[in-house]
C-alpha cells in the first residue's frame, strides 16, 4: 500500500489532484475494507474513493481538517467494500471510532437516496456483495434501456448528451456503421479515438442508472451459468452473474439492445436485470467460464471415442478410409471448433499443434508471443489433423510432405480467414493456424500511431499522382497492415486501385486484388505486365522480392502510377540501396521514389499491471538511457495470460525522398549518408519514436531493446 502526502481540506467539496485529475472529496466519511491477496485486510474510514485501473484510491481523515492518500494496487487487492450492509461491523474496533461509524452510515444513507448513476461512476462493482448492494439501492432496476417517455435509449445519444463525443464525431461514426453492417457503434468510436471501451460503458451505466462491473475482479456465481445455454452466450456475449430476489442479472456489452434482453428473458422465462461490462471483459470472462470447461468435455469426449475404436476389429473396419472417418467423428469436430472459437475469442493470431514425444502441445500465439495451453494424449493427433486438413480442402491421405490450406469461418458479424500449414515432423504432423480477422486488422491511417507530423507527412505521399512508396522490416512487423490502411486513404479518390499479392489477406471492396500462383508461373512481374494495360491509376505489390519485379514497378511508377509495396530491409535509408542491389538504375530511383517507411511491432503494457521495470545497465548503456529514468512493465495477470503485454503497436521512421536525398541517390551515396541526412531533415529514427513510447509507459525499455536499429 501507498501512502500519500496530506491534503488539507477547507471546504465541503475540495478539490484533491490525483494521476492528474482532480477529485472532489465530501465532507462526509464512508467505511472501508479492503482484502489483499494474501488474506490480509485492512478497514477504517475514507473520506471518498476512487477505482482506476492502477489500483483503489482512498483518504483517510487525519484529524478534522486534512487527509492522507492511501493507493492500493489493483495486483494486490482481493477485493474491497466501500460502505457496509452492516456498520455495526465496525464498530468497537480501535482503528474505527464509534462516531466515525455513525457519520458513515448517514452518508451510505444518503447514497441510497442519491441517483445510482452518479455514483457508479465513480467506482466499479467488483464482487458479488457489492452488486446486491447496489441492486438494494434501487427501488426498481431499469433494464429495458428506456428513459421516462417510453423511448429507447441510443449509445450515441447518452454520449453526446454527457458531453464525451460531439455531434459531428456521431454523424461520422454513424456513416461510417452504414457502409460496415452489423458493426457497433461503441466500436467504431473506439476505433475513431475519440473514446475508450472503459469510459464508453462507464457512461452507459450512469447514464442508464445500472451498474457497472468489472468482471476480471468478480466471481461469478457458478450455479447460474446452465441458466443461459452456451450457445446464446457466445452468440450474444452476455454472461448471468447472479439470481437477485428472483431475478437473473447478466452481465452486457449493450444494455440498451431490448432484442437480445427480450430473447434471454424468453429462453429463460426469468425477469432480467442488466448490468454493463467491457467488450474485452465479457469476452474474457466467457473464455473462463464456459471455454475451458467446453473443450475439457470434447477431449474426453474424442479420448473416449479413441478408447472404443481401438479394438482389432473396429481397426481393420477403418483400414481403407481412416483419415477421413477420423476427422468426420463427431467427438473431433467439436474440439476443433472449439479450439478455434477460443482462439478467435482470444485474439490469437496463429494456433500451434505441436507434437511431442509422448504427446501433443496446444499454443497459442498472443501479441507475437507464444503460450502453452494445455496438452492432449497423443492418439488424438491424426483424427486432428485429418479434421484440419477437411476444412482446409487438403489431401488426408499425404502424410509425408508439406500442405497448405485455407478456409473461413464468421464470428458473430466478422469473417475470419484461416491458413493452414501442415508439416510432417518425427514426431507426426505439425499445424500451424494463421486466424486473419478482416474487422479486427483493418484500420485506418489514422488509427496506425502516427505522429500528427508523420500522418500528415505520410498522407501527403499517398495523395501523389504518380510515384513509389515502399513499407519495410521483417515478416510479422505489420507492413500488411499499413499498406491496407494506405490503400484505404487512397480509395476515397475516387482511382482504380488494383492488387498483386501472395496471398490475398484481406478483401477490400472497390479494389481489383489479384492473387499470385507461382505453380503454373503466374509470378509478380507476370502478373504487372498485364495489369499495367488495364488502366490502374494505383498499384500494390504485394512484395518486391527479385529484380525483374523491382525493374517493372519502377517503370510503372515512371509511368503515370502511384505504386505502393513492401521490402524486406531493416531500415528505411537500406531500403534505397537494396534497390540499387537488386539493378534498379539510380537515376530512375531518384525520379520515382516518394518515401520509405521502416516499422517493427511493441508490444503494449498491459494497464492493469503495469508497474516499474528492472532493467539491465548494459541495456540502459545501449539506449543511451539515464540510470534515474524510471520506466513500466506489466508484471502479468489474468487479463493479459500473465506475459504482461496487451496488444501491440507499431514503432516506426518515416524517410521522405526530399531533392536533396535525391541528389545522394544519385551520387550512389551509402547507407550511413543517407540516413545521416534523413535525420537532420527531420526524421525521427525508429529507436527513438520507440524510445519515446517507452518513456510514455506505453511499451517497456525491454521491447525497445529488441526491436532497436544498431
Known amino acids: 500500500m501507498e501512502f500519500i502526502q496530506e491534503s488539507p481540506i477547507s471546504e465541503a467539496f475540495h478539490p484533491v489532484a490525483v494521476r492528474g485529475k482532480e477529485v472532489a472529496l465530501p465532507d462526509a466519511l464512508q467505511l472501508f475494507q479492503v482484502k489483499f491477496i494474501d488474506d490480509q485486510s485492512i478497514n477504517g474510514v475514507t473520506r471518498g474513493s476512487f477505482l482506476d485501473r492502477a489500483g483503489l484510491h482512498l483518504f483517510k481523515p487525519v484529524g478534522d481538517y486534512a487527509v492522507v492518500r492511501l493507493f492500493v494496487p489493483r495486483q494486490v487487492m482481493k477485493e474491497h467494500v466501500i460502505g457496509s450492509l452492516c456498520g455495526e461491523a465496525f464498530a468497537g474496533q480501535a482503528a474505527v471510532p464509534q462516531r466515525d461509524v455513525d457519520k458513515a452510515l448517514k452518508v451510505q444513507e444518503a447514497l441510497r437516496r442519491r441517483p445510482l448513476g452518479e455514483y ?53 461514426a454513424l456513416n461510417k456503421q452504414a457502409t460496415e453492417r452489423g458493426k457497433k457503434l461503441g466500436l467504431i468510436l473506439e476505433q475513431m479515438g475519440v473514446i475508450d471501451d472503459e469510459t464508453l460503458h462507464r457512461v452507459i451505466a450512469a447514464k442508464l442508472g445500472i451498474p457497472f462491473v468489472n468482471l476480471m475482479s468478480f466471481d461469478v456465481d457458478a450455479e447460474v451459468l446452465a441458466c443461459i445455454p452456451h450457445e446464446l452466450v457466445r452468440k450474444y456475449r452476455v454472461l448471468p452473474l447472479c439470481v437477485y430476489r428472483g431475478h437473473l442479472v447478466i452481465a452486457m456489452e449493450d444494455p440498451t439492445d431490448s432484442g437480445v434482453i427480450d430473447n434471454i428473458r424468453f429462453v429463460t422465462n426469468r425477469n432480467i436485470e442488466v448490468v454493463t461490462a467491457t467488450s474485452d471483459d465479457i469476452d474474457a470472462a466467457i473464455v473462463e467460464c464456459y471455454e475451458d470447461e467446453d473443450i475439457e468435455e470434447e477431449i474426453q469426449a474424442a479420448e473416449e471415442m479413441s478408447a472404443s475404436d481401438a479394438s482389432p ?41 505441436r507434437p511431442l514425444e509422448d504427446d501433443v502441445e496446444l499454443l497459442y500465439r498472443i501479441d507475437g508471443t507464444l503460450i502453452k495451453v494445455r496438452d492432449f494424449s497423443k492418439d488424438l493427433l491424426p483424427a486432428m489433423v485429418s479434421r484440419i486438413k477437411i476444412l482446409g480442402r487438403m489431401n488426408i491421405a499425404e502424410r509425408r510432405l508439406p500442405q497448405d490450406g485455407r478456409t473461413h469461418v464468421v464470428d458473430r458479424t466478422a469473417v475470419v480467414d484461416l491458413r493452414i500449414s501442415v508439416i510432417p515432423t518425427s514426431n507426426g504432423e505439425s499445424v500451424v493456424i494463421r486466424l486473419l480477422n478482416t474487422e479486427a486488422s483493418l484500420k485506418a491511417l489514422s488509427e496506425l500511431g502516427f505522429s500528427q507530423r508523420d500522418e500528415n507527412a505520410f498522407s501527403h505521399l499517398l495523395h501523389k499522382s504518380n510515384g513509389m512508396i515502399l513499407a519495410t522490416g521483417p515478416t510479422g512487423s505489420g507492413k500488411s497492415t499499413t499498406l491496407y490502411a494506405a490503400l484505404q486513404e487512397v480509395i476515397t479518390q475516387n482511382v482504380n486501385i488494383i492488387t498483386v499479392e501472395d496471398p490475398i489477406e484481406y478483401h477490400i471492396n472497390g479494389i481489383e486484388q489479384i492473387q499470385v500462383n507461382t505453380a503454373p508461373g503466374y509470378t509478380f512481374a507476370r502478373a504487372l505486365r498485364h495489369i499495367l494495360r488495364h488502366d490502374p491509376d494505383v498499384i500494390m505489390i504485394g512484395e518486391i522480392r527479385d529484380q525483374e519485379t523491382a525493374k517493372i514497378a519502377v517503370e510503372s511508377a515512371l509511368t503515370g502510377h502511384l505504386v505502393l509495396s513492401t521490402l524486406h530491409t531493416n531500415d528505411a535509408a537500406g531500403a534505397i540501396t537494396r534497390l540499387l542491389e537488386m539493378g534498379v538504375e539510380s537515376f530512375f530511383l531518384k525520379a520515382t521514389l516518394l518515401g520509405i517507411l521502416a516499422q517493427r511491432l511493441v508490444r503494449r503494457n498491459c494497464p492493469y499491471c503495469s508497474q516499474e521495470e528492472i532493467i539491465d545497465p548494459k541495456i540502459r548503456k545501449i539506449l543511451g538511457v539515464a540510470d534515474n529514468e524510471v520506466f513500466f512493465k506489466g508484471a502479468g495477470c489474468d487479463h493479459c495470460e500473465q506475459t504482461g503485454y496487451s496488444g501491440r503497436m507499431a514503432v ?19 547507407v550511413e549518408d543517407i540516413r545521416a541526412l534523413a535525420v537532420k531533415e527531420g526524421m525521427l529514427p525508429l529507436t527513438d519514436n520507440a524510445l519515446m513510447h517507452a518513456r510514455q509507459r506505453t511499451t517497456s525499455l525491454s521491447e525497445v531493446y529488441r526491436v532497436r536499429l544498431d
Open 313 to 353: 476389429e473396429t481397426k481393420q473396419m477403418r483400414a481403407l478410409h481412416e483419415s477421413e472417418n477420423l476427422g468426420r467423428d463427431k467427438p473431433i469436430v467439436r474440439f476443433v471448433n472449439r479450439i478455434i472459437a477460443d482462439a478467435i475469442h482470444r485474439r490469437v493470431s496463429d494456433i500451434h499443434i
Open 652 to 670: 516506426y521512421e518515416l524517410l521522405s525522398v526530399t531533392p536533396s536525398v535525391r541528389a545522394l541517390i544519385l551520387a550512389d551515396a551509402s
Open 120 to 172: 457508479l461512476l465513480e467506482d466499479s462493482v467488483v464482487n458479488l456483495e457489492q452488486l446486491k448492494l447496489v441492486l438494494a439501492s434501487q427501488a426498481r432496476m431499469r433494464s429495458d434501456g428506456m428513459v421516462s417517455d417510453g423511448r429507447y435509449l441510443k449509445i450515441g445519444e447518452i454520449l453526446v448528451d454527457e458531453g464525451h463525443i460531439t455531434q459531428r464525431q456521431l454523424d461520422i
